[in-house]
């Protein structure tokens, strides 16, 4: 079965530094690969997907992420985090046909 | 407006009570589903619905029954719950078949159970 593993449950990060989240997955096929973000009292935004093709992905607000099938991680990442990244981000991967199955999520939160 | 809306924002319930959530997506998908999200675990699937028919059933307890009269509109009818069942129920959407593109979320119900 498909798992998702999100290794950090909270991040801290200065405003301006660069962020990377981890992700992890455990399935034997090339999954559908996707972040969400979520604020807080919030339902869940797309950051970005992948479903094949180019390994690095672009997306919303900035973010990119990179598919590295040897390590099976799809980690995420911004060059320079704005305080209004705080939230929680949740990686999802999906096998063809298969519903999402999410991560625990990862906490960031942004210092001035 | 946004793409899928859930009513209410909050709710709180008595364990004998019978309520229910609703949700409503404005983007012409297919397939509409139910997430249970609690404090400290993953988000769960809870229903798959896919052109109003119930594709999915993720093992969830008979005291939560949704409905969908079509491919717009989901319910979740809930009667005689108990307080784990207090969490952030989220509602989301996708085009095509469930699994193989991603999904839209509404911003969730939350909701309390006493």
């Known amino acids: 079965a498909q798992s998702v593993t999100q290794p950090d449950i909270h991040i801290t990060v200065s405003e301006g530094a660069s962020l990377e989240l981890r992700c992890n997955y455990s399935?034997?096929?090339?999954?559908?690969l996707f972040w969400y973000v979520q604020s807080p009292g919030q339902g869940l935004q797309l950051l970005l997907k992948?479903?094949?093709?180019?390994?690095l992905v672009q997306g919303i607000k900035g973010f990119e992420a990179e598919f590295k099938r040897s390590q099976s991680s799809f980690n995420l990442r911004k060059p320079s985090v704005h305080w209004s990244d705080a939230a929680e981000y949740f990686c999802?991967?999906?096998?063809?046909?298969?519903?999402?199955?999410f991560g625990g999520g990862t906490r960031l939160m942004v210092k001035p | 407006e946004t793409g899928v809306t859930q009513t209410p924002r909050h709710l709180v319930m008595g364990m004998t009570n019978k309520k229910s959530l609703k949700c409503e997506q404005h983007l012409g998908h297919n397939a509409m589903y139910w997430y249970k999200q609690s404090a400290k675990k993953p988000l769960e699937l809870m229903f798959v619905y896919n052109f109003k028919e119930q594709t999915e059933n993720n093992s969830v307890p008979s005291r939560f029954s949704p409905e969908c009269p079509n491919s717009s509109h989901l319910f979740l009818h809930l009667h005689t719950l108990q307080p784990e069942d207090s969490a952030l129920y989220l509602c989301?959407?996708?085009?095509?078949?469930?699994?193989?593109?991603?999904?839209?979320f509404g911003q969730g119900t939350r909701l309390t159970v006493v």
């Open positions: 999802a991967v999906a096998e063809a046909g298969n519903m999402l199955t």
């Open positions: 992948y479903f094949s093709g180019d390994t």
């Open positions: 989301a959407s996708s085009q095509g078949r469930p699994g193989y593109t991603e999904a839209f």
């Open positions: 399935y034997g096929a090339t999954p559908y």
